[in-house]
């Protein structure tokens, strides 16, 4: 009985060993052990096996084993640290024990799920994320910053090249008293620059320096004055001229650039400048007759460009100082008409610059047009001072009020055709005998008619052209004095008049 009941327990604690062991199998995992700690030079450390615990009120939570080690010097695998196992939330699921990446400290650390999956264990680095290249995503960051800078950077560049454009721009028109409508440039004189794109449409005049054709630029009217290369000292004096500072002035022909053409042959100098439609005071008077008014606004605005041009402009900055200049070829066919009627100044090919404490220099006295020529240059004995320069264009201005005032229609229409200073006296092309002759010895001026005297108005521009003109330089008017004596009438205009005169007409203002 009693060997009944042994056998009997014997098979219960078998059986129950055997049902032990499969629930082991099924929920418990068991790993190898090992920790380098625990080895002394002694004690020979096995590794051991483990029977890794489960928390059965966490059936999510289950085991697994895993493997710590490093690399030798070599890389190759080198000493194992720790084997074990540990708890986790299904997070270790290969059945292997791989590691993917090696922490900078070069240790490697493994995790597998199932019983001594970490006998063997491997280093196999993830291609696409080689643990020696920064992550992902901040080198996507890292491209924004680079992208931010360089715009940055290429925005403050702009900035200042803006900045340093307006300064320049400034600094141009500092010296300037109008902003153009084309930015002037000054001498466009490297060969290698491309020229401004400028359309020729007519040629307008031709004289002994080349010709001028009216022209466009970028939707502008532009005139295009095209010197010949042997008048390249022309050129770089009118170029001179418009360069002074303040030479900008409503009466005085506007620049807008000069350009060198050495790619032409023969060479060519071009300056270009405002285009005015109606040509210059002397075609305008040879096809129109003109009334009072604007005789006043012609003759008040020539004479206003003649004192701008012959006006010293004192300045501390030495970039603003306008110095007199001289015209030495003041003509009609040198003034302008803008379509306004007023009257701007042009031509300074021949012009002198008086500099303060320098000397005129050593130019040949008479230039300019003969018939314009006053009796003094005629003579060959002009003083080289700065104001016996000024006189003679005052000289040449008094002629040109002479050309207005013939052509003027305050009589309704009893006004002669045009015709030159002198031409009636000594015709189109007089000699330098002739001139001396006449306008020096004899002291021959243009007739004044009688009908001009009365009209108020004509009448004080024909006392003013005779002060203009008189024989004796010192005695002349400045062109101040000529533009104020002309913009009197223009102030107070004169009321028309009722004349009688030998005929029954009767002589209104127009
Ligand atoms: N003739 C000479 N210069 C001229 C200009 N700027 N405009 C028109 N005609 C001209």
Request: charge should be negative; include cysteine.
């Amino acid at each position: 009985m009693i060997r009944i009941i042994l056998k009997e327990i014997i098979i219960i604690t078998a059986l129950t060993e055997i049902a032990q062991s499969l629930l082991i199998s099924k929920t418990q995992i068991k790993c190898e052990s090992y920790d380098h700690k625990r080895c002394t030079k002694e004690n020979k450390c096995d590794v051991e096996e483990v029977l890794c615990p489960n928390d059965s009120e966490k059936p999510h939570v289950t085991s697994s084993c895993y493997v710590v080690w490093s690399l030798d010097e070599l890389g190759a695998p080198g000493n194992i640290s720790m084997k074990g196992c540990f708890t986790d939330n299904a997070e270790c699921n290969q059945p292997e024990c791989i590691a993917r990446n090696i922490k900078p400290n070069g240790i490697i650390f493994c995790c597998c799920k199932g019983s001594f999956c970490n006998r063997n264990y491997t280093y196999i680095p993830t291609p696409t994320t080689p643990p020696s290249t920064s992550p992902k995503e901040p080198a996507g960051d890292n491209n924004i910053l680079y992208f931010l800078i360089a715009f940055l950077i290429l925005i403050a560049l702009i900035i200042v090249f803006c900045f340093g454009l307006c300064l320049y721009r400034r600094k141009k028109q500092g010296a300037f008293n109008e902003i153009p409508t084309i930015e002037p440039d000054v001498a466009n004189s490297s060969p290698n620059l491309a020229p401004r794109p400028i359309h020729l449409i007519e040629m307008k005049a031709r004289g002994r320096f080349g010709s001028v054709w009216h022209g466009r630029l970028r939707n502008q009217d532009v005139a295009v004055k095209i010197f010949f290369a042997q008048e390249k000292d022309s050129y770089n004096t009118e170029l001179e001229i418009f360069k002074l500072p303040r030479m900008r002035h409503p009466n005085i022909l506007e620049f807008i650039a000069a350009e060198k053409h050495f790619e032409k042959i023969p060479q060519e100098y071009w300056l270009i400048t405002a285009y005015h439609t109606y040509g210059s005071l002397c075609d305008y008077l040879k096809a129109h007759t003109i009334t009072w008014f604007e005789l006043c606004k012609i003759a008040e605005t020539m004479a206003r460009g003649l004192m701008h041009l012959h006006e010293e402009i004192p300045s501390t900055n030495p970039d603003n100082y306008k110095p007199a200049v001289a015209h030495r070829d003041f003509k009609s066919k040198n003034v302008l008409l803008k379509s306004d009627l007023t009257a701007c100044i042009a031509d300074f090919g021949l012009a002198m610059i008086f500099q303060p404490g320098q000397p005129c220099g050593d130019t040949h006295g008479q230039v300019g047009t003969r018939r314009y020529m006053a009796p003094e240059v005629l003579e060959g004995a002009i003083n080289f001072t700065r104001d016996a320069f000024l006189r003679i264009d005052v000289y040449a201005c008094g002629l040109v009020l002479w050309e207005m005032v013939s052509r003027c229609n305050i009589h309704n229409g009893l006004v002669s055709e045009y015709t030159l200073p002198f031409e009636t006296e000594l015709g189109l092309h007089p000699t330098l005998n002739e001139m001396q002759e006449n306008v020096v010895m004899k002291k021959i001026r243009p007739r004044i008619c009688e009908v001009w005297r009365t009209h108020s108005g004509l009448s004080a521009i024909c006392d003013t052209m005779e002060e203009c003109w008189d024989h004796d330089a010192e005695a002349r008017l400045s062109s101040s004095c000529v533009m104020e004596r002309i913009s009197q009438h223009t102030r107070y205009p004169t009321t028309p008049l009722l004349i009688e005169t030998n005929t029954d007409t009767t002589f209104r203002d127009s």
